[in-house]
């Protein structure tokens, strides 16, 4: 049987069941419905926020909250290539310019030191990745943000759960954008969700992921549809109830990867983040030195019927769609380029035995 980089966590069959069958009674599906109220407050609990508006996936989202920040076209907005490609795209969807900074070598968010020589009178916001379940200097970021007046929006696709200082990563920035993919610690299957402590965001983003109508006779913005249905905010609200032993289980395999790999020539792990209570999302592991290349790595898993992944790669500033950008092309974010070609992430999921870490394990060492 295949081991897959990652599987997604699901209740069990008749606990899912009966959260939906009120649907049949019901006949409501989708707009708002009973699931998607009751998600949006347990999620708001848990994340310790505000405010939580949900929407269908989690690109739409982060389109969405860039779009009701209203940024002049043209506008330049701070990010980093060291990401999934639906980040940028958001960005540049609303007509607004990419400007990419490099990552740092540690944790490979956004490296803080190299934003402000990239601020221009164009600049009007910062896109920060929480990347691998690590998270970004918000500190420093939040700091930079006030002295230049910008704003900031989280993709924090990556960082659901995680706490830095006991504060949940729902809460920096103006906003924060959570992906509930198939393939995330938490999932509604597909989903998305942003945060906020604005409350004036809550009916912005409300009416621009229903067509941009306020009332059903009052069209306020050029919009399209982006709400979570009903089966979504069911299986939301069953993974929600066991999130926290979820990321526990996740915990369990990502010591035993940091135990067989951590003392290893060329072989890289990401170190424990100070102050950060992490989700484990991801397990990345940079080859840099070491006796096979991450893409032998690969091909090695891979015949072992172990599907690891190169994640991040390629790097975003080498898509031929940003080509013209002034700051496009890899060699100019060169720690981003480094990472991108030595990184590889391997197999984690809540149900990844531990026999199963030592096979990936000796597979790598042997």
Known sequence: MSINVTRSSMPNYEEYCEEIKELWDSRWLTNNGAKHKQLEADLKKYLNTKGVTLFTNGHLALEIVIEAM????????????????????AIARNGLVPVFCDINPIDYTIDVTKIESLITDKTVAIVPVHVYGNMCDVEMIDAIAKKHNLK??????????????????????????????????????????????????????????????????????????????????????????????EIAKRGRAVA???????????????????????????????????????????????????????????????????????????????????????VLTLPLYADLTIEDVDKICDIILN
């Open 70 to 89: 209203n940024f002049p076209k043209g506008s330049e907005v701070i990010t980093t290539p060291f990401t999934f490609a639906s980040t940028t795209h």
């Open 152 to 245: 900031v929006i989280y993709d924090s696709a990556h960082a659901f759960g995680v706490k830095y200082k006991g504060v949940s990563s729902a809460n920096f920035g103006d906003a924060s954008m959570f992906s509930f993919h198939a393939t995330k610690v938490f999932n509604t299957i597909e989903g998305g969700a942003v945060t906020y402590n604005d409350s004036s965001l809550e009916v912005v983003l409300t009416d621009m992921k229903n067509f941009g109508l306020h009332t059903p006779e009052e069209g306020i913005y050029v919009s399209g549809n982006a709400k979570m249905n009903e089966f979504q905010a069911a299986m939301g609200i069953c993974n929600l109830r066991h999130i926290d032993e």
């Open 256 to 342: 035993r990867y940091r135990e067989r790999l951590g003392n290893t020539n060329g072989i890289i792990l990401c170190p424990i983040q100070e102050n950060v209570e992490t989700n484990y999302a991801y397990f990345p592991v940079v080859f840099d030195g070491y006796k096979y290349t991450r893409d032998e790595i690969f091909e090695k898993l891979k015949a072992n019927d172990i599907i690891a992944r190169k994640y991040f790669y390629p790097l975003i500033n080498g898509f031929e769609c940003y080509k013209n950008l002034e700051t496009a092309g890899e060699e100019k974010t060169p720690v981003a380029k480094h990472i991108a070609n030595r």
